[in-house]
């Protein structure tokens, strides 16, 4: 069976510490063996899917309760049975069916938004497809096309042919997300080969936040490593510096080196953020950060846009923007 791993362990120095330590271990672990079952099985669920593997190997008993649904049920999204099949719900095991849920996404909302679970924590992920996002002008076939990629999760994607009005929105309800968790949000893209332009030397604002509230902004750069032309990098150049750069209608890579180095020492933590390449061959840009407390709030609200500039820029293809615990 798939086991959630937890962080390395260290080893100790002095024998004899070590062994008062496996001592104390043992008589707490003999303790708890002394448990009903279920009883473990309840102080188990209470704690996280990884801690449920690490606590599995203490002994048997506890590797029985560890395993056991009454635990990994407690994992589950109330709504589990809805998103695996029928026949496999009654088939597998719970902790079974939240490995499925954690290895592998599901789509759901008729193909729109895929969801899965963070392997480590439990906590729910999703990605909303580019068919699920505002995208100006995307109904627009000079604009936009829809696309089918093979390693896409969804049916469609969206690639931008010609735009100088770049603007994408999207939406999700609070009550999706899994309470009391930091989330960070990213667009996930690709550029077509040779056919991308328009985005290597500007900056793209990104907005995260709670509907009918003020979204915390940010500058990212959809193009990874330098302009080309230039040989400039935009890595460490502080998000004052380029802002205020292209408020003035000034090319942000024209600011004096001498600027950037003042207002990266005053702006330290708050560098562009550019792109990186993702294990599944798509590249990402974390848009924002935000966090569901145990409160009620209602939508949280994404945008990224270049609207200023009104340079001509193509090639962008658009999976989606991913939801996903810090």
Known sequence: MEQIHGGDSNSGGGGGGSSRSEEIAVTRASRFDTLPEDCISKVISHTSPRDACVVASVSKTVKSAAQSDLVWEMFLPSEYSSLVVARSANLLSKKEIFLSL???SVLIEDGKKSFWLEKASGKKCFMLSAMDLTIIWGDAP????WITVPESKFEKVAELRNVCWFEIRGKISCGMLSKGTHYSVYVVFKTATGRSYGFDSVPVEAGVGFVGKEATKKTVFLESGADSRSGVHYSGISHAA???????RRPWMRVPREE????????????????KERVDGWSEVELGRFFIDNGGCDEIEISLMETQNGNWKSGLIIQGIEIRPV
Do not use: C, I, L, T
Request: no cysteine; aromatic share 10%; glycine share 10%.
């Open 142 to 145: 000079a604009y936009w096309q």
């Open 242 to 248: 380029v802002s205020r750069a292209f408020r003035m």
């Open 260 to 275: 950037e180095e003042v207002e990266g020492e005053r702006e330290r933590g708050r560098n562009v953020e550019g792109p």
């Open 102 to 104: 954690a290895n592998d």
